[in-house]
């Protein structure tokens, strides 16, 4: 991503674009998905359990829900859905990433003269986010509903073995078009956040690179990452919890999107809709520093400037 009135750069291939994209995507969905665990665990859960109207919250905050999991299930439960995160990333995060600039090449003209203006950055990102999340939902499905299931009573088998068995068994039980559940909000969710990401990111480096001092590296993406990763959340925290709910409850627990926001203000209350919030900005924070980090680093070593 380009920022400020930097020289102009040979294209990077599109095939560069979305390798470099989803390997970034990938790396920082390895390193993060522990918070992504902790953050949809404290989505599903409810005020209350039902017939326990005075029941304590089973999870509390970021770092005590990542110790309860890693207590009560092993620690290699925080990495429950890596294989359908990695999944989704090769695809999502290839495609909303690296298709994000020759978009908003479209969307500008090609005979533009000076900065992106940021309505077409943010329309660029709506777009490849939509677009992207359409091809990988079936995979954030997956990985919902295996972060979703907590430690079970003796006896009681898992609803699925793992990421393919997951996939067998909601086409099965039911039915193909199912991988799509929530594909509404999942739309919203990802094309807003994506927009707040690329753009935001976009934008602020292109900022920073025009105050003095400022260059071009590692401390503008660090800076450029953590302001994409909290705009997102502030912006996409209400879909996101939506689409949490509507994946993890399974067949029938919501009759749609508009249905779930209800059940859920009604239930929870509006500060339901932020639950997670720090967990999720924590996540989101970092998974946007490590993947625009490695991002800029990849496109450097593989498709260098000329100077």
């Not at 979305?18 to 949809?40: G, N």
């Not at 990421?163 to 559940?181: C, D, H, P, R």
């Not at 399974?250 to 009604?266: E, L, M, S």
């Not at 967990?279 to 993947?291: A, E």
Request: hydrophobic content about 40%; proline content about 5%; aromatic content about 10%.
């Amino acid at each position: 991503m380009t920022g400020g009135d930097a020289k102009p750069a040979k294209a990077i291939p599109l095939y560069g674009t979305f390798a470099a994209s989803a390997f970034s995507a990938c790396w920082a969905e390895t390193c993060t998905i522990p918070l992504d665990t902790a953050k949809v665990r404290l989505q599903l859960q409810g005020k209350a359990l039902a017939g326990e109207l005075n029941a304590a919250p089973k999870y509390r905050g970021m770092f005590g829900t990542m110790a309860t999991i890693a207590r009560e299930e092993g620690a290699a439960s925080l990495w429950k859905g890596i294989v359908p995160g990695l999944h989704r990333q090769c695809l999502f995060g290839g495609l909303r990433i690296g298709l994000y600039e020759p978009v908003k090449n479209v969307y500008i003209g090609k005979d533009h003269v000076g900065d992106a203006p940021l309505i077409k950055k943010i329309a660029a990102g709506l777009t490849t986010g939509a677009l992207a999340i359409c091809v990988a939902s079936p995979t954030d499905l997956v990985k919902v509903r295996l972060q979703s299931e907590g430690k079970l009573p003796p006896g009681v088998p898992r609803r699925y073995s793992g990421a393919m068995n997951a996939y067998s068994t909601i086409v099965k039980q039911e039915g193909f078009t199912k991988l799509w559940t929530g594909l509404g909000p999942n739309v919203a969710r990802n094309a807003i956040i994506n927009a707040a990401e690329l753009a935001s990111y976009d934008q602020v480096k292109q900022t920073l690179l025009k105050l003095p001092g400022f260059t071009d590296n590692v401390v503008t993406h660090i800076l450029s990452g953590l302001g994409a990763g909290f705009i997102a959340v502030c912006v996409g925290s209400p879909v996101d919890v939506v689409k949490s709910r509507m994946m993890g409850g399974g067949q029938g627990a919501y009759k749609g999107t508009i249905d779930c926001f209800v059940q859920t203000f009604k239930n929870d209350g509006a500060g339901a809709f932020y639950k997670g919030f720090w967990p999720n900005f924590g996540r989101l924070g970092s998974w946007n520093v490590i993947m625009f980090l490695t991002l800029e680093q990849t496109k450097k070593a593989f498709f260098p400037k000329d100077e």
